[in-house]
């Protein structure tokens, strides 16, 4: 049974770089599959951040780019997840999925992670 | 990039009744791109149909989608109080996902 985990400071600076970690449990993550970050604002929608593929490439949302940085970890079977330059507009529940090419769609959810960008 | 449209953005209907939520694209989608997804407060997403009209697994067969090209229906066809939610469509292309807005089914 596939599970994820994010883990990551809680409360970032203005103006500093967000890092969250996503663990994977019960899969290889060097074995297949693409495995996405999604935030959800407080009361708001969800938001595609990007993803990357299990041999490394990446996909990132192109209104975020430029800020982004996701890479995985095969050895520690954990992807991360690098947002700088972060703003209030940043604070949201930081969702990691894994996207399964079968249904086309994110089928696994870790729980969430609540991170608020104040000074 | 392809923007999705949810409505309406809150349906307010009683158990019992059937739930229909539609999700409208800026530009054709594939059939087999599109999901749609139940959120319940303090909860992250569960994926309820892939493929525009395949129920993943566990899911109860009151959960229908449908649809093709720029417009999709989820219809939930008698609601259970447990179905009362947030429900997100989404859709994936070019290497790229976008989800939709949202529509909250509460309780009339």
């Known amino acids: 049974q596939v599970q994820l985990q994010e883990s990551g400071p809680g409360l970032v600076k203005p103006s500093e770089t967000l890092s969250l970690t996503c663990t994977v449990s019960g899969y290889s993550i060097s074995s297949g599959y693409y495995w996405g970050w999604i935030r959800q604002p407080p009361g708001m929608g969800l938001e595609w951040i990007g993803s990357i593929y299990h041999s490394g490439s990446t996909y990132y949302n192109p209104s975020l780019k430029s800020r982004v940085t996701i890479s995985v970890d095969t050895s520690k079977n954990q992807f991360s997840l690098k947002l700088s330059s972060v703003t209030a507009a940043d604070t949201a529940v930081y969702y990691c999925?894994?996207?399964?090419?079968?249904?086309?769609?994110?089928?696994?959810w870790g729980q969430g992670t609540m991170v608020t960008v104040s000074s | 990039e392809i923007v999705l449209t949810q409505s309406p953005g809150t349906l307010s209907l009683s158990p019992g009744e059937r739930a229909t939520l539609s999700c409208r694209a800026s530009q054709s989608v594939s059939s087999s791109y599109l999901a749609w997804y139940q959120q319940k407060p303090g909860q992250a997403p569960r994926l309820l149909i892939y493929?525009?009209?395949s129920r993943a697994t566990g899911i109860p067969d009151r959960f229908s989608g449908s649809g093709s090209g720029t417009h999709f229906t989820l219809t939930i066809s008698r609601l259970e109080p447990e179905d009362f939610a947030v429900y997100y469509c989404q859709q994936y292309g070019s290497s790229s996902w976008t989800f939709g807005q949202g529509t909250k089914v509460e309780i009339k």
């Open positions: 493929g525009a009209s």
């Open positions: 999925a894994k996207f399964t090419y079968a249904y086309v769609a994110f089928d696994i």
